[in-house]
């Protein structure tokens, strides 16, 4: 068999079903095969970016790792959705052609150290040098993307190990890791049971889930212990969705990226927070202040990467394992040695409503021009199927639909990019997510994300997916604005706005339908029209910029309430 035989065949025993990427000169080899042999489908991008963050929203709406691949000139192209990945431990098998071996050292056009590249930001980087050691490396990276903590993995492969042959006798897969996470460790026994003991202890517990909960598909038990216990659950952005919102016992998100005043306050006033999945990173925290004086609360961390255990505040327990099978273990261990337990009940639904309806209510004058961004999520929650899956990135197109939309069925419904947050993510995340599942997908943008991808709204109408793409415009990176001018005291940002586009235009080009939200009472009517429309749609919205209404960020609040400006909290 040549290597593109064995490459091909080895990713079909791990049940890859999708690979996403762009061709190269240095890949052609692979596609011959792949053309004449594999029913794999190939989703061709305009961009190895786009590819790159297609194939990290793909593997967490799945729950398999998922395939990425680009050609050597392309390959620094990939680096911000394997970061992304890298943060979300998200695993993508991420393969690169490459000119043939040392030809780089002579100075070959596109040679680069792509290892060296991507050993930063992957488990682990391969380079093949024959064709008889594919087979072990494609086990090795399926079993290390999956197993603990999941990651990237990066192969790089020489353009000549397409062409050549060799005799192979271990062409298999192993079958556990097809899925992520491939195992399940239970965090050690003795301190489950001392986090038992302190949750039963509390007087007001909370539990905060990160997207590790998540990616653990660890809903139902962390839905059954907060019941069992009577806890509140607040979740990150990221892990948005981990029970339903509109469960009583849901807080809804916290922290500084759509967490509102209700749920900010009360994780603030627990006396035990119990993290589940979190890196109790400075977006989830408010920047480590959410929850006080560490010194006044008691802290438990479990988590499958035992470097964020109290990374950030000083824990009483701290577990290392599984978040699904440890808190299996946990209610178990409750239900055997409390079978009498008793604990008062608990309905957040009365103050999440008030919160809502406080916000939804507010009517606070928008500028001429601009139509609410709260009145087209509170639409957008009405309408919304419950198979719908929601993309968002960093700015007005995440910061009202993480506070304001309800995710009623846990899982991934709504994904963002809150790792590391780049801009141009949302429309990829969502052309990934449309190849994952058979339900709409709506895919908020901003204009100055929009920017990065407008090449891949080809892809988009090309794919037949049904993808409703929500441009929030206001002519300006708001989220940059918004900081320099409430917390910078800047007067007028001088890099921050930016020209005036058509953009329906330029998108009825790549032939979408499109329309423009101008008032609110023609919300409903258009967002019911896109999502009900199988195939490509665009909707323009004109929304104010974030110094102008300030939207749900504490820090940003704080400042509103000191300039007296309007705000959402």
């Known amino acids: 068999m040549n290597g593109a035989q064995v490459i091909l065949k080895m990713l079909e025993l791990h049940g890859v079903q999708h690979v996403f990427g762009l ?6 080899g692979w596609y011959k095969e792949w053309q004449e042999h594999s029913d794999i489908e190939y ?3 305009r961009d190895e970016r786009t590819a ?3 194939a990290e929203a793909y593997a967490k709406i799945t729950g398999r790792p998922c395939v990425l691949e680009a050609p050597s000139p392309g390959v620094a192209h990939c680096s911000p959705g394997i970061a992304e990945a890298w943060l979300s431990s998200v695993p993508v098998i991420y393969f690169s052609s490459d000119i043939p071996i040392n030809q780089d050292k002579k100075h070959g056009l596109t040679g680069i150290d792509q290892t060296a590249l991507y050993n930063s930001i992957c488990k682990e980087s391969f380079h093949l040098h024959t064709v008889k050691e594919i087979p072990f490396m494609l086990r090795r990276a399926f079993r290390v993307a999956t197993s603990g903590r999941p990651a990237p993995v990066h192969i790089r492969v020489p353009i000549n190990i397409f062409h050549e042959t060799a005799e192979i006798g271990d062409l298999y897969a192993e079958p556990e890791y097809r899925f ?3 195992h399940r460790p239970v965090a050690d026994h003795g301190k489950i049971r001392e986090a038992i003991r302190l949750l039963l202890a509390a007087e007001k517990p909370v539990i905060i889930c990160g997207q590790g909960a998540l990616i653990s598909r660890a809903s139902k038990i962390v839905q059954e212990l907060a019941e069992l216990l009577q806890i509140p659950v607040g979740t990150t952005t990221p892990g948005k969705g981990t029970i339903p919102e509109t469960h009583p016992l849901a807080l809804r998100v916290v922290g500084a990226r759509g967490g509102m005043d209700y749920s900010n306050s009360y994780a603030g006033s627990a006396d035990t927070v119990f993290f589940i999945g979190s890196n109790t990173d400075s977006s989830s925290t408010d920047h480590w202040k959410l929850y006080g004086d560490p010194a006044s609360k008691t802290f438990l961390h479990l ?5 964020h255990l109290g990374n950030n505040f000083p824990v009483k327990v701290g577990m290392v394992g599984d978040a699904r099978a440890s808190l299996e273990y946990m209610v178990d261990l409750i239900r055997a040695e409390h079978p009498g337990l008793e604990r008062k009940m608990l309905d957040l639904t009365g103050i999440k409503r008030t919160a809502l309806d406080a916000v939804f209510n507010s009517n606070i004058p928008m500028p001429d021009g601009v139509v609410s961004p709260v009145k087209l999520t509170q639409v957008l929650d009405r309408i919304l199927p ?10 007005v197109s995440a910061i009202y639909p993480s506070a304001l939309l309800s ?14 947050g780049a801009l141009g993510y949302s429309v990829p995340a969502g052309i990934g997510a449309a190849f994952a599942s058979d339900g709409p997908v709506i895919s908020f943008t901003g204009d100055g994300s929009l920017a990065f991808v407008l090449g891949d709204f080809e892809t988009v109408k090309r794919s037949g997916k049904n993808i409703t793409v929500i441009l929030t415009r206001n002519d300006s990176y708001g989220w940059i604005r918004g900081e320099a001018i409430l917390l910078d005291d800047v007067d007028a940002p001088w890099v921050t706005d930016f020209g005036a586009v058509d953009y329906l235009k330029v998108v009825e080009g790549f032939g979408f339908r499109t329309a423009r939200i101008t008032s609110e009472d023609q919300i409903e009517g258009i967002l019911t029209e896109a999502i009900n429309s199988p195939g490509a749609n665009f909707i323009e919205v004109m929304v104010p910029s974030q110094d102008r209404i300030i939207p ?5 609040v704080r400042a509103a309430k000191e300039k007296k400006l309007p705000y959402f909290y």
């Not at 419950?386 to 700015?395: C, K």
């Not at 749900?552 to 940003?556: D, Y």
């Open 52 to 54: 790159s963050y297609a």
């Open 23 to 28: 061709p190269g000169e240095t890949t052609i």
């Open 43 to 45: 989703v061709l991008t």
């Open 407 to 420: 995710v009623r069925e846990a899982g991934r419904r709504y994904i963002t990019n809150y790792s590391m």
């Open 552 to 556: 749900f960020v504490p820090s940003w």
């Open 180 to 182: 992520y996470p491939a």
């Open 386 to 395: 419950p198979d719908a899956i929601v993309t968002s990135e960093p700015g």
């Open 303 to 307: 988590d499958i990467a035992e470097a």
